[in-house]
């Protein structure tokens, strides 16, 4: 259980450590994807 705690842990401070990155990229693609006629 401590070796699944210790991965969770590092990929919650991955997921923190990219966020910002993500909403970015969500902010600029998602508007773009809307204009585009599926």
Do not use: C, D, Q
């Not at 919650?12 to 006629?37: D, H, L, Q, R």
Request: charged share 15%.
């Amino acid at each position: 259980m401590a070796n699944h705690l210790i991965l969770i842990s590092r990929a919650f401070g991955k997921s923190v450590t990219y966020w910002s990155i993500e909403v970015k990229i969500a902010a600029t693609v998602t508007p773009a994807m809307a204009k585009k006629p599926f």
